[in-house]
């Protein structure tokens, strides 16, 4: 079964810093693999997504993400956050015809000015 | 830009009563989903649908039901509210499981 996994409830970084959020998926092919951003009280937005490729993606607002087959990740990066990074980050992968979509539990990204 | 709009934004809701959570997406996907966000379990998917006239259960669908009158609308019902159901509720819809989601705001559910 797919299953996604954030190890990291919560991180917390200083502004101006670099970012790696984690993100381990459990799947036997390849899946669909997604980065998705919820800010206070509003829904989740996508970051980025990645199927095949180039294993770096690059997203809005200068946020990438690696894919690792080897290492079955998907990690968010960021070479320098802003206050307004504050959020909670989820990763998410989808694979096969169901069209089900499996999200980590998120991560909260906390950036201290 | 697709718009996913939920109704209503809170609800505040007495135990044994129904409750019906309501999604409208305007742009013609054929996936809509209902997912439930708390602390501690992220997003869980309750129903979702392929299409008008399809629902299909989640990975918790006891206590609720779905019902997909047409592709642009995809209500969520709870016949019988208990507190459990206190929750954050995500309307979301896509074309495809590998396209983006599009997400509505939320609904904040209250079961007292």
């Known amino acids: 079964a797919q299953s996604v996994t954030q190890p990291d409830a919560r991180v917390t970084v200083s502004e101006g810093a670099s970012l790696q959020l984690r993100c381990k998926y459990s799947?036997?092919?390849?899946?669909?693999l997604f980065w998705y951003v919820q800010y206070p009280r509003q829904g989740l937005q996508m970051l980025l997504k990645?199927?095949?490729?180039?294993?770096v993606v690059q997203g809005v607002n200068g946020f990438e993400a690696e894919f690792s087959k080897s290492d079955s990740s998907f990690h968010l990066r960021k070479a320098s956050v802003h206050w307004s990074d504050s959020a909670v980050y989820f990763c998410?992968?989808?694979?096969?015809?169901?069209?089900?979509?499996?999200f980590g539990d998120g991560t909260q990204l906390v950036v201290k000015p | 830009e697709a718009a996913v709009t939920q109704s209503p934004r809170n609800k505040v809701a007495v135990t044994g009563g129904k409750v019906t959570l309501s999604c409208n997406q305007t742009?013609?996907?054929?996936?809509m989903y209902w997912y439930r966000q708390d602390t501690g379990h992220g997003l869980r998917l309750i129903h979702y649908?392929?299409?008008?006239?399809?629902?299909e259960k989640g990975d918790i669908p006891d206590g609720y039901k779905a019902s997909r009158p047409s592709q642009e609308n995809f209500s969520l019902i709870l016949e019988l509210a208990t507190p459990s159901q206190t929750s954050v509720y995500f309307c979301?819809?896509?074309?495809?499981?590998?396209?983006?989601?599009?997400f509505g705001e939320g609904s904040r559910l209250i079961v007292v």
């Open positions: 979301a819809s896509g074309q495809s499981s590998g396209n983006t989601l599009y």
């Open positions: 799947y036997s092919a390849t899946p669909y």
């Open positions: 990645y199927y095949s490729g180039d294993p």
């Open positions: 998410a992968v989808s694979a096969g015809n169901n069209n089900r979509i499996f």
């Open positions: 742009n013609n996907h054929n996936n």
């Open positions: 649908s392929y299409g008008a006239g399809s629902t």
